[in-house]
């Protein structure tokens, strides 16, 4: 059974700092990973989507991997700010039935 | 209006009402899905029809009703809840099955 985690569960960093969010999955038979961000009480944005044969996709400040012999991706955010205050979720996307399983999120907190 | 819209955002309801939630996306996708997030659990999917047939039921109680008249369009009819059932309710869509998803800003249940 596929299960996602994500580690850490939540994560504080002052401003300017990289970071990185980790991703993690058992099975690596996945279609597709999106990771997503949240905001308390909101609905999810998508960030970037890694389709099952790419290993990695950038957008502006953020640069998601995937590697699936390890089972792992990973969310690389640059010079983060308080905006980027969040919880951090990733998807995958597999099969023919729309399988489709969540992680924990990380909830990133960026201090000014 | 684009993207996928969803109605009410928040509703407040008792044990023995009968109330729809509405979901409506503007994309042109083929998969609608409906997800519930309870406090300090991952998302759960509840739900996803493909092309206006239902190709998941994730074990949901019959409380719970889903109804997709056409493509565009997702209910979640709520009969005879449980305050348990208090949660926030996410509609998404994707062009296809495992395809990349892209989610309303919820409703806000509460089950008094």
């Given at each position: 059974k596929q299960e996602v985690t994500q580690i850490p569960a939540a994560l504080s960093v002052p401003e300017g700092e990289n970071l990185v969010l980790n991703c993690s999955f058992?099975?690596?038979?996945?279609y597709n990973l999106q990771w997503f961000r949240q905001d308390p009480g909101k609905g999810l944005t998508s960030l970037l989507l890694i389709q099952s044969s790419q290993r990695e996709q950038t957008s502006g400040r953020l640069n998601a991997s995937l590697d699936k012999s390890s089972g792992r991706s990973t969310l690389y955010i640059a010079?983060?700010?308080?905006?980027?205050s969040a919880t951090y979720l990733c998807v995958l996307l597999g099969g023919s039935q729309g399988n489709l399983i969540f992680g924990k999120g990380t909830k990133l907190s960026v201090k000014p | 209006e684009t993207g996928v819209t969803q109605t009410p955002r928040h509703l407040v309801m008792g044990m023995t009402n009968k109330k729809s939630l509405k979901c409506e996306q503007h994309?042109?996708?083929?998969a609608m899905y409906w997800y519930k997030q309870s406090a300090k659990k991952p998302l759960e999917l509840m739900f996803v029809y493909s092309l206006e047939e239902?190709?998941?039921?994730?074990?949901?109680?019959?409380r719970f009703s889903p109804e997709c008249p056409n493509s565009s369009h997702l209910f979640l009819h709520l009969h005879?809840?449980?305050?348990?059932?208090?949660a926030l309710y996410l509609c998404a869509s994707s062009?296809?099955?495992?395809?990349e998803l892209f989610f309303g800003e919820g409703s806000r249940l509460t089950v008094l």
């Open positions: 058992t099975d690596s038979a996945i010079a983060s700010q308080p905006g980027d | 994309l042109g996708h083929n239902r190709v998941e039921n994730n074990s949901v109680p019959s005879t809840l449980q305050p348990e059932d208090s062009q296809e099955l495992s395809g």
